[in-house]
């Protein structure tokens, strides 16, 4: 083939190609650009996930009628100009791509009015052709409609996923628009239905509300910036309400929603102890840095930033997160809706779903809310579900209180009397917080104590066991093993660490062998040497199914009093359930 120059049309297709990837990349573009116009209400309607119509009407300030057919040219940008420095950007938009993108593979119909003008414009194009420029009534700010989208790209409409796929993405990036946004009201509409709805009162707890539901935004901790170079604040959740997957951490840098593996890991890592495996937290942080630290235009849709000092803003992520967490609740209370009557509904008192977008032509009057939980939107917050309280938001201690034991129950489970109801703790999980702890400090101050066997006993290491041995000598020398080469992947055990000296029915060397097999099966994430402690306080602790008389029981629970992290075994796992006053009190009619 001839070396041609590419039509102009052609060559914007293909620029689209890099922007505009699926219908919610369209969704992303206009977000932004309403934001940049300062809008504080974007009302989204979309119908077959896309592929239909995407529509996005703001308030924000409007182009002007002559303007508006040059905002759809190449590099046409209100937001910079050649003066302009790239490296200190602070709106969402500046490339001037997004417009002619869109509208060079779909038809696009824009209608604005600025705020101080008396009537509108109205803009339609299709396929990168003007269709029709004309004077229009409208509310101040900005409707665009995309219709038809990928239509004279059937490769690109092959790509797409179901209408359920996309919408779902869609959904996700709404809300995470949302989330980041709190102080402009976001609604988005799909095939009539209403599926987000917040607020925009500036308040982060209600913006995830409206995302989460009420009951798991009540109950998530604030992070607060803790004013350095770089401030992290927001809302993380409680370790309970962890979610199976890892799509529910929302991080914006400067208000830029971004998705970046690594920032996301720390947040993953500050939950570390908390979190039993293959949980995720869920978290909103916003990330401030100094504008000249990010260089936002290293992805064609902007998805992702370079932060200039990211090791720095990965240690400060995961102090913020880690510091609110250990401030948290030792136990896990049943919650009780508060102010509510038995069984019934309560009306709609402090409740966020009641405000919304007040009505009129441009906002259409929005029913219900639905809450994402795992990608579905659940009943959860919508009409038949007794509304979770907001308040009171759980106080958050850092120990326990002082309890007095009961009993035992099934062999398992201490029952304990605090001042602010009943405890069950779980023998097993506070018997291995409590060792955990007491084996991490003795490691860290070399104090491990080693118990010599009367007699040395050989053993046969399978060749994984062998190496993890060999190579991490020294961790287990420190742990309170000693252990000499025997010839291959034989070993010579001469001590093994006091507390596990008569806790092995299996013997010494089993132990061993069952606890290297058990590190190497341990979390990922953690250190060697971490997975190494936990899996011996698991094995020095006692067992479900053992009788702990009364005299134990309250020599575990005084233990469990002073431990740093009395909420969650080393696993994460959760150590007690309480039940709170107000619990017992609801549950017995007697309020
Ligand atoms: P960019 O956002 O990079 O400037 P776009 O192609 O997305 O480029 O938009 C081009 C221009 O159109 C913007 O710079 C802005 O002036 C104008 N514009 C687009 N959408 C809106 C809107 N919703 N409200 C007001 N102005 C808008
Ligand atoms: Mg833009």
């Known amino acids: 083939m001839a070396l041609t120059i590419l039509s102009e049309q052609l060559a914007a297709r293909i620029a689209a190609g890099e922007v505009i990837e699926w219908p919610a990349s369209v969704v992303k573009e206009l977000i932004e650009n309403s934001l940049d116009a300062g809008a504080r209400r974007i009302h989204l309607e979309i119908s077959q996930g896309g592929a239909k119509s995407i529509s996005v009407t703001d308030d924000g300030c409007g182009i002007p009628a002559e303007d508006i057919a040059l905002a759809f040219e190449r590099f046409a940008t209100s937001k910079i100009d050649d003066s302009s420095d790239l490296s200190g950007i602070a709106t969402l938009g500046f490339r001037g791509e997004a417009l002619p993108s869109i509208a060079s593979v779909s038809r696009v119909e824009a209608v604005s009015r600025t705020q101080d003008s008396e009537s509108g414009a109205r803009l339609v194009i299709d396929n990168g052709q003007q269709i029709a420029l004309e004077p229009a009534p409208a509310p101040p700010g900005t409707t665009m409609r995309v ?32 989330l980041a946004h709190p102080s ?43 004013g350095g170079a770089f401030g992290v604040s927001g809302l993380v959740g409680e370790p309970s309400a962890a979610r199976g997957a890892r799509r529910y951490i929302t991080l914006a840098v400067n208000g830029r929603c971004v998705e970046n593996r690594r920032l996301a890991f720390a947040v993953e890592q500050a939950y570390h102890g908390f979190l039993p495996e293959r949980r995720f937290p869920i978290a909103i942080l916003s990330i401030r840095a100094p504008l000249d630290d990010v260089d936002v235009n290293v992805h064609p849709a902007k998805l992702e930033v370079r932060l200039l000092r990211e090791n720095l803003v990965f240690g400060e992520i995961q102090r913020a997160v880690r510091s609110t967490l250990s401030g948290f609740s030792p136990v896990r209370s049943l919650h009780v809706p508060s102010g509510s009557s038995r069984g019934g509904r309560t009306t709609d008192a402090p409740s966020l779903q009641g405000r919304q977008f007040a009505a009129s032509a441009a906002w259409p009057e929005s029913q219900t809310t639905g809450a994402e939980e795992d990608g579905q939107s659940t009943a959860q917050g919508g009409p038949d579900d007794t509304p979770a309280p907001l308040e009171p938001v759980p106080s958050y201690r850092s120990t326990l209180p002082i ?182 009190e609801y549950q017995f009619g007697r309020r």
């Not at 009539?192 to 995830?208: E, F």
């Not at 009397?417 to 069950?424: A, I, Q, S, V």
Request: glycine share 8%; with cysteine.
């Open 147 to 178: 219709t038809s989208l990928f239509n004279k790209l059937p490769a690109r409409r092959k790509f797409m996923g179901s209408m359920r796929q996309e919408l779902a993405r869609i959904h996700r990036l709404v809300n995470a628009f949302a």
């Open 184 to 226: 402009v009201a976001f609604s988005l509409v799909a095939d009539g239905k209403q599926r987000l709805s917040s607020p925009g009162d500036g308040q982060g707890r209600a913006a995830a509300a409206a995302v989460y539901g009420s009951r798991v935004a009540g109950s998530m901790l604030e992070v607060a910036d803790a």
């Open 403 to 584: 309890l007095r034991v009961i009993g035992q129950a099934h062999e398992t489970y201490i029952l304990a009397e605090g001042p602010d109801g009943l405890y069950l703790i779980d023998q097993h999980a506070a018997h291995e917080r409590v060792l955990f702890e007491e084996i991490k400090q003795r490691f860290e101050s070399r104090a491990a104590e080693s118990q010599p066997l009367l007699e040395p006993e050989s053993i046969d290491l399978d060749p994984s066991q062998a190496e993890a041995a060999e190579l991490h000598a020294e961790e287990l020398e420190r742990a309170g093993f000693l252990i000499e080469p025997f010839g291959g992947t034989s070993l010579l055990l001469r001590a093994v660490p006091q507390l596990l000296s008569s806790s092995s029915p299996q013997g010494p060397g089993a132990t061993l062998a069952a606890i290297l097999d058990e590190v190497a099966e341990g979390r990922k994430n953690d250190s060697w040497q971490d997975r190494l402690l936990y899996t011996m306080a698991c094995h020095g602790s006692i067992r479900a199914g053992r009788t702990l008389n009364i005299e134990e029981s309250r020599e575990l629970v005084r233990q469990l009093e002073q431990a740093q992290q009395p909420q969650t075994c080393p696993h994460g796992r959760p150590v007690m359930v309480h039940l709170n006053a107000g619990t017992l």
